[in-house]
């Protein structure tokens, strides 16, 4: 139960993109707001500026669709992961904050496989990859492995840098095409780390 008392009606909301976990914005909700985001799973906030609910995207088609949230420990703030359909700033920006994009670039990489796989174009390496099957991905990503530990042994560190980026894509095209997502391997990771 999110406490709207604390904050005369308005609690803070922080949005973060599901995938990339980069916070994308700030903004406020009143009760409304936040029945309506629940129920719309379109995130709604109260504009003090316009003194009225405004729902994220609802002029520029820049929705940001609600994946998950959290509510914190004081019940006075709220995280909302969400999938942002376009640029979340009005600027144009992908983030009202100028972070450095690409610390989650694994991660937006997966997005863009995905989007390949969905939207599939002749023109993507990923599609003529995906038309070969399965076992030219696994293959791919074994001839990956063996250039990324010559490269490792007896080359430079840029090439060690080229090598470990080419395995890194054909493994996540290989795990999308086995169904699976990074999501689910970090949470066999976070398993064994326990």
């Known amino acids: 139960m999110v406490d709207f008392e604390k904050g005369n009606g308005l609690v803070p909301v922080i949005i973060q993109d599901f995938q990339t976990l980069e916070v994308l914005m700030l903004g406020y909700m009143n009760e409304e707001a936040w029945h309506k985001t629940q129920q719309e799973k379109k995130v709604t906030f109260y504009s ?6 405004w ?3 609802e002029e520029s088609g ?3 669709e609600v994946k998950s949230y ?3 420990c004081d019940h006075d ?7 942002p359909l376009g640029p979340t700033c009005h600027t144009g920006s992908r983030s009202c904050f100028e972070t450095e994009f690409g610390a989650n670039f694994i991660l937006e990489l997966e997005r863009i496989v995905n989007y390949r796989y969905d939207f599939p174009s002749e023109e993507s390496y990923v599609n003529r990859l995906r038309g070969r099957g399965i076992n030219k991905i696994a293959q791919k990503v074994g001839e990956e492995a063996v250039e990324t530990v010559i490269a490792a042994l007896a080359e430079t560190e840029n090439d060690f840098i080229n090598e470990t980026s080419d395995l890194l894509f054909h493994l996540i095209v290989l795990i999308k095409e086995k169904g699976l997502s990074l999501e689910k391997i970090a949470k066999n990771l976070e398993g064994r780390h326990q």
Not at 48 to 53: A, D, E, G, Y
Not at 77 to 83: D, G, N, Q, V, Y
């Open 48 to 53: 003090r500026s316009k003194n009225r609910l």
């Open 55 to 57: 729902t994220k995207g």
């Open 62 to 64: 820049h929705f940001l």
């Open 70 to 72: 959290y509510i914190d």
């Open 77 to 83: 703030t709220i995280l909302i992961k969400a999938r």
